[in-house]
């Protein structure tokens, strides 16, 4: 059964880069899409970016110029690193895996990461 | 604001069925699939509802989805207290590139 494992620092100052990664234990990392979503308190999911299976990157137009988002195939991970923060990226993160036709059917997702941006 | 809207409340006695809407446009709900998640307090989104209509194994049929044109509907039966939750729809949205959800349904179970 697959599962997914994701950590990172779940403490920052404003300015600072966000970085998180999750691991793929017990499934084939080949065949899917890799996706961060994110919940900020009181709010609804937000789409942050996915690393398809076709090789490329999609990120939120709203996220686009802080977001990377990386794969690790060797290693079965993938990261998010989200720079200059603000307390609006104050979340809990989550990383999910999509299947091949649609990257939006998430059907495993990560214990999700409570990350706090404050002074 | 969300590029899908949904209703941010429902509610409904024990038994009794309720639905939550899902309202987009052409370039999203329209011409792709749409998933619909339940995410109960402290837990991550749990996929209930993918391709429209289709329930992942292990979902009861109490759950089930539909599409028309530019918006989705998930209807849930039975309903039991351990049904309240956040419910969320998301798809892809053409024009942006991107992944959309809706803002969120809360559920309470009176």
């Known amino acids: 059964q697959v599962q997914l494992q994701q950590w990172g620092a779940g403490l920052l100052k404003p300015s600072e880069t966000l970085s998180l990664t999750c691991a793929v234990y017990?499934?084939?990392?080949?065949?899917?899409?890799w996706s961060w979503i994110r919940r900020p308190p009181g709010k609804g999911l937000e789409w942050i970016g996915e690393?398809?299976?076709?090789?490329?990157?999609k990120y939120n137009p709203s996220l686009k110029s802080r977001v990377t988002i990386s794969v690790h195939t060797s290693k079965n991970q993938f990261s998010l690193k989200l720079s200059s923060v603000t307390a609006a990226d104050t979340a809990v993160y989550y990383c999910?895996?999509?299947?091949?036709?649609?990257?939006?059917?998430?059907?495993?997702w990560g214990q999700g990461t409570t990350v706090t941006v404050s002074s | 604001q969300s590029v899908l809207t949904q209703p941010p409340s429902v509610s409904a006695a024990p038994g009794q069925k309720v639905t939550i809407s899902c309202s987009g446009s052409?370039?999203?709900?329209?011409?792709?699939?749409v998933s619909w998640y339940q995410q109960l307090p402290g837990t991550a989104p749990k996929l209930l509802i993918y391709?429209?209509?289709q329930r992942p194994s292990g979902i009861p049929d109490r759950f089930s989805g539909s599409k028309s044109g530019t918006s989705a509907t998930l209807g849930i039966t039975g309903l039991q207290t351990g049904d309240e939750a956040d419910y969320f729809c998301?798809?892809?949205?053409?024009?942006?590139?991107?992944?959309?959800f809706g803002g969120g349904t809360k559920l309470t179970v009176l």
């Open positions: 999910a895996r999509g299947t091949y036709y649609d990257s939006i059917r998430m059907d495993v």
């Open positions: 391709d429209n209509s």
């Open positions: 690393f398809n299976r076709g090789g490329s990157t």
């Open positions: 017990g499934g084939s990392f080949s065949f899917y899409s």
């Open positions: 052409s370039s999203n709900i329209e011409n792709n699939y």
């Open positions: 998301g798809t892809w949205d053409n024009s942006l590139s991107a992944g959309v």
